[in-house]
Nanobody
Framework: QVQLVESGGGLVQAGGSLRLSCAAT????????MGWYRQAPGKQREVVAT???????NYADSVKGRFTISRDNAKNTVHLQMNSLKPEDTAVYYC??????????WGRGTQVTVSS
């Protein structure tokens, strides 16, 4: 069983920045894909950014140029640097990992609120 512990959410004004972190209780080298998703009230969960073990990244069009996903191998952690935040970025952000075995896990989520 892998646990994902998210941190870094909070309240920020539009134009501000936040950095989300997700620490996994397993070696990062057993993980195939790490990613961040978000779910706004009344909406479906959507992918924000993903990072493969090979270093390939993908971003939702709505966050390209503003968000950056990265990882710290030594700490089994994935980060999401969020700049130029907009009110429409308000959501619960979830960390997701897909192991090399194909099993995937979700974090409990962290709230990000952007005020206008």
């Amino acid at each position: 069983q892998v646990q994902l512990v998210e941190s870094g959410g909070g309240l920020v004004q539009a134009g501000g920045s936040l950095r989300l972190s997700c620490a996994a209780t397993t070696s990062i080298f057993s993980i195939n894909v790490m990613g961040w998703y978000r779910q706004a009230p009344g909406k479906q969960r959507e992918v924000v950014a993903t990072l493969t073990s090979g270093g390939n990244t993908n971003y939702a069009d709505s966050v390209k140029g503003r968000f950056t996903i990265s990882r710290d191998n030594a700490k089994n952690t994935v980060h999401l640097q969020m700049n130029s935040l907009k009110p429409e970025d308000t959501a619960v952000y979830y960390c997701n990992v897909i192991l090399t075995s194909g099993i995937y896990y979700w974090g409990r989520g962290t709230q990000v609120t952007v005020s206008s």
